[in-house]
């Protein structure tokens, strides 16, 4: 019993350390880190619930770009009516919709064949964001304004910094007591053996619909966050391809643990942020660094942390 | 007696192989029936039949409620184990454990990631239970183990343990026999016992004939998708049919 406390308070100092320094980072950061911090935040709000769908139930989603997309555009187009943060509720509730919807019966599929369902997803909405009228296509949305309290506008990267590392913190929060609750434990033992799953009686796929919906709910969010950042859309930021880079974030950070998604994160916020020369090779250099990590390091940067730390 | 389970008239078939001839029969209430027959008489089909895993024609009354069109997540009251071991990988003894509790799980999705008291009663309540069963089947010592990295033995009784966490009115077992060392088999007849002393039924399959004849009230056998015989298990297993179907020979 002493020794199960002081190990939990061991955890606790972990975090208030990691809190103190977020506290602190705006202030000791120069703008620049803190645009990175920001995309490192909306990251992590759009792959954070991939950790359940592909980390712990590993149905595999290449469609996320999909909804990260939906999410900016109905936020832009709806804050008019419902102010910017009613937007963002819009954006993850008409995501939630419309991943359910979607995900319900495409669920059944397994492995490779969801993966390319849900490619096929992502591309679909892709050329809708280009062809649609709604969307302005190509030439995009621009003058998207901040979300704001009376006077005060969140219209700088300091000020966006705590709204991103809020909401961050609070979908975190969400997920990870989903991931250590009876549902998590389901979603675990549908990702190994479904039939198993079954006779314990897990509504296999009425979980499954559901967490795709929660996954889609705050990549939808995210991607409202990002257009009322970046104040400008189009159709050229959510194309396809925009969701391998998603499941590599939570590949290769290890995408059965959270901290892996926050790490998946830092690293793809940063890396080719020093790789802009190469910038049309991306896909590239993505598409391998998926490959490798499927293939030598399933466990990704976590696992191997862990794996070190046992020898 | 009343049966807690009847089996009537099920019917199988993979691609023309028939798996289930109209099979028919009944688990009395309280008693431990064993199910036997030959490699491929259609005994983990008649099981898969019976835990909503495999659709078949025909009619299964469990409780006196026809469950036959009901989905497997829904069938509670059944519980069961699998003649090959089916774990969840990535999973400790006692997480592994805890999601054949999963029905009493409390909260919907924003309920559990707001972890309302209500849902961290029901998960209190579920771990007590699981702790209770740990210690009964004795693998309190493994329970922060991964299940996989177990002894076949003790893997087994991760499963049955899984299958208790649901509280089954009947346990349905799938050679849980098979691959244990003697000492691993007394200890499965004393729990077989202690559980039907708690009011569960049992339905095994076992190839075990003499675990059958030290456990087994009722016997069921089939042969290639028929039930040849139901009734006692001496008599069962004197009868000129069933050793014949065992031996292979024609009838």
Aim: glycine share 12%; charged share 15%; hydrophobic share 50%.
């Amino acid at each position: 019993m002493v020794r199960e406390l002081s190990k939990d308070k061991i955890v606790v100092l972990k975090y208030a350390a990691v809190l103190l320094m977020l506290l602190i980072f705006p202030f000791a950061a120069s703008r620049i880190w803190l645009n990175f911090a920001v995309f490192i935040g909306i990251y992590v709000i759009l792959t954070v619930g991939l950790t359940l769908l592909f980390g712990y139930a590993n149905q595999l989603s290449f469609g996320h770009a999909g909804f990260f997309g939906l999410g900016a555009y109905t936020s832009v187009l709806g804050s008019p009516y419902v102010s910017v943060w009613g937007g963002f509720i819009l954006a993850a509730l008409l995501s939630a919709l419309v991943g359910y919807s979607f995900g319900r019966p495409i669920l059944r599929l397994r492995g490779l064949s969801l993966g390319l369902a849900t490619m096929a997803f992502g591309q679909i909405m892709s050329v809708l964001f280009l062809e649609l009228h709604l969307t302005g296509g190509a030439i995009g949305l621009s003058g998207i304004p901040a979300p704001s309290f009376g006077e005060f506008q969140f219209d700088t990267a300091v000020r966006y910094y705590w709204l991103v590392l809020l909401v961050a913190t609070f979908v975190v929060y969400l997920s990870v007591r989903i991931g250590d609750s009876y549902i998590g434990r389901a979603l675990k033992a549908i990702g190994t053996n479904e039939g198993a799953a079954r006779v314990a009686g897990v509504d296999v796929e009425s979980i499954k619909a559901s967490i795709f919906a929660y996954s889609a709910a705050l990549a939808g969010l995210a991607g409202a966050l990002y257009a009322h950042y970046v104040t400008f859309v189009s159709a050229d930021s959510f194309r396809g391809e925009f969701s391998i880079l998603v499941i590599l974030i939570v590949a290769v950070g290890g995408r059965a643990s959270f901290l892996g998604a926050i790490l998946g994160s830092i690293l793809l916020t940063i890396v080719p942020q020093y790789l802009r020369e190469f910038q049309q090779y991306a896909m590239l250099l993505y598409g391998v660094m998926l490959v490798v990590v499927f293939m030598y390091l399933p466990g990704g940067l976590v696992g191997l942390l862990r794996s070190n730390e046992k020898s | 007696m009343n049966n807690i389970l009847s089996v009537s008239n099920a019917f199988v078939s993979f691609g023309g192989v028939t798996a289930l001839n109209n099979a028919s029969f009944g688990v009395p209430s309280g008693t431990v029936t064993a199910l036997i027959g030959p490699n491929g008489a259609g005994k983990t089909t008649c099981f898969n039949v019976v835990s909503g895993l495999q659709g078949a024609r025909g009619r299964i009354i469990f409780e006196g409620r026809d469950i036959s069109k009901v989905s497997a997540h829904r069938r509670s009251g059944l519980g069961r184990t699998f003649q090959i071991v089916q774990l969840f990988g990535g999973m400790t003894v006692k997480e592994s454990v805890m999601v054949g509790a999963h029905r009493r799980g409390g909260g919907n999705l924003v309920e559990v990631g707001l972890d309302l008291p209500r849902v961290r009663q029901a998960e209190t309540d579920i771990e007590d239970q699981v702790n209770g069963i740990l210690r009964r089947l004795e693998l309190v010592k493994f329970k922060d183990r991964l299940a996989s990295d177990l002894p076949l033995g003790q893997q087994r009784l991760v499963e049955l343990a899984r299958a208790l966490a649901s509280d089954p009115k009947l346990l349905m077992l799938d050679e849980s026999a098979s691959g244990l060392s003697p000492s691993e088999l007394a200890n499965l007849e004393v729990v077989i016992r202690q559980l039907v002393a708690t009011g569960i039924s049992m339905l095994i399959v076992e190839h075990n004939i003499r675990f059958v004849r030290k456990v087994a009230d009722h016997l069921v056998v089939l042969n290639f998708g028929d039930v040849i015989f139901e009734g006692q298990v001496d008599r069962g297993l004197a009868s000129p049919a069933v050793i014949s179907a065992y031996l292979g020979k024609a009838s």
